[in-house]
């Protein structure tokens, strides 16, 4: 079984940031208390992996499947920690359900 290196999602989730907003991390950095969570997939391949990253200092979230970045989402809402906490998050293409509001 191969899990994902944290430590290289960390660097690519913190490089993301930065180029999504770099003023706001420039000024304040990003927080050193970021939250992982791993656990297999959902869509039945249980050797792959999916891994989210909450960063709630800045209020991003980000999700990778194996070592690869799926998404980044700022103020998840409900529906993302819905999921996040069945270990079923949506695929990229499917992220917007996200930053719905209900």
């Not at 989210?52 to 980044?72: E, H, M, P, Q, T």
């Not at 529906?79 to 992220?95: G, R």
Request: contains cysteine.
């Amino acid at each position: 079984m191969h899990f994902p290196c944290l430590i290289d999602i960390e660097k690519e989730f913190k490089s993301e940031l930065y180029k999504r907003n770099y003023k706001f991390f420039q000024e304040k950095g990003i927080n050193p208390s970021l939250y992982f969570y791993l656990f297999p997939n959902g869509w039945g391949n249980t050797t792959l992996y999916t891994t989210v990253i909450i960063d709630d200092y800045s209020s991003y979230c980000g999700v990778f499947f194996n070592s690869k970045l799926a998404y980044i989402i700022k103020d998840p809402n409900e529906i993302f920690y819905e999921d996040l906490y069945k270990h079923k998050m949506k695929c990229a293409s499917q992220s917007e359900i996200y930053k719905e509001r209900r």
